[in-house]
């Protein structure tokens, strides 16, 4: 079926370090793909999304490209800051179907 | 706007004692969601709305119940608390089914004992 593969981490950076979260989905047709964060003791807000082929989600210094050839929607910023930490989530949707989150993977910046 | 809300934000049941939580929200959405989520097993889908009167079961319905009464308010119920349904309980609503941003709330923490 259909799913999101994602490293649950955590993941460890000093600050102004290159983030990659590497995400790849199986998926039939066309999914929009999304990347959601989580701050400690907050709900999910909306990161960034794409909803087609070779688009690129930005927002905030992160981005990720649609990668429809390898299945795959990676979260990247070139210098991660302190107030970055948190636990970040890929996820897609394939039309009239639910939204399939990934187990979510935790990021630490230290100073 | 106050966007999602979620009541309570913690509580903790003994087995077998039952429950609601309530999700709120103002932004006029047709769809909203109740999911759970535990560690290393990111969110799972409980139930689902697609607009006032109705529900639906998502990936894991069983222990649960749901209303939609009204279009800004979307309740679960547990009937008979289980240990199994300690969680972080998130309610998110939108504005169509899937394809767009869904808007969650802070969450209300659950502890079964």
């Known amino acids: 079926g259909d799913s999101v593969t994602q490293m649950e981490g955590p993941v460890t950076l000093s600050e102004e370090a290159f983030l990659t979260i590497n995400c790849t989905y199986t998926a039939t047709g066309y999914p929009s793909l999304f990347w959601y964060v989580q701050y400690p003791g907050e709900g999910l807000q909306l990161l960034l999304k794409a909803t087609k082929a070779d688009d690129k989600g930005s927002n905030k210094g992160f981005e990720a490209t649609y990668r429809k050839e390898t299945t795959s929607f990676h979260l990247e910023k070139g210098s991660v800051q302190v107030s970055d930490s948190a636990v970040y989530f890929c996820?897609?949707?394939?039309?009239?179907?639910?939204?399939?989150f990934g187990i979510g993977t935790k990021l630490q910046v230290i100073p | 706007n106050a966007g999602v809300t979620q009541t309570p934000k913690f509580r903790v049941l003994k087995t077998g004692q039952s429950m609601t939580l309530l999700c709120a929200q103002d932004m006029n959405h047709e769809y909203m969601y109740w999911y759970r989520q535990d560690p290393g097993m990111g969110l799972r889908l409980i139930h689902y709305s697609v607009g006032e009167g109705t529900t639906a079961k998502g990936e894991v319905p069983d222990g649960y119940n749901v209303s939609r009464l009204k279009k800004q308010n979307f309740l679960l119920g547990l009937e008979s608390a289980a240990p199994s349904q300690t969680s972080v309980y998130f309610c998110?609503?939108?504005?169509?089914?899937?394809?767009?941003?869904?808007?969650f709330g802070p969450g209300t923490r659950l502890l079964v004992l």
């Open positions: 998110a609503s939108s504005y169509l089914y899937g394809e767009e941003t869904q808007y």
């Open positions: 996820a897609y949707s394939g039309g009239y179907q639910k939204v399939t």
